[in-house]
């Protein structure tokens, strides 16, 4: 049985930095590609960031520049680090493994002054 659990949401200050974790268990974490995506009020969950198990990585327009995803295989744990937050980045953030089609429950982002 895979978990993906998601820590580091909170309120920050528009400009601020958030860095979420996901950690995984149960699983041979280090073979899958893991993403992040965001589900705002009444929209679709999107995509945010991906990287694969070599550390390709690719994001969406919205975040690139702002965004950066990384990987501890080690720790079974994918990382995003945001900094210049807006208040659209407001959302919940969830991360995936990719292929494997599990999901965390989620971390709550809310960017406001």
């Known amino acids: 049985q895979v978990q993906l659990v998601e820590s580091g949401g909170g309120l920050v200050q528009p400009g601020g930095s958030l860095r979420l974790s996901c950690t995984a268990s149960g699983t041979m974490f280090d073979t899958y590609a893991m993403g992040w995506y965001r589900q705002a009020p009444g929209k679709q969950r999107e995509f945010v960031a991906h990287?694969?198990?070599?550390?390709?990585?690719n994001y969406a327009d919205s975040v690139k520049g702002r965004f950066t995803i990384s990987r501890d295989n080690a720790k079974k744990t994918v990382y995003l680090q945001m900094s210049s937050l807006k208040p659209e980045d407001t959302a919940t953030y969830y991360c995936?493994?990719?292929?494997?089609?599990?999901w965390g429950q989620g971390t709550q982002v809310t960017v406001s002054s």
């Open positions: 990287i694969i198990s070599g550390g390709i990585t």
């Open positions: 995936k493994m990719v292929g494997a089609n599990y």
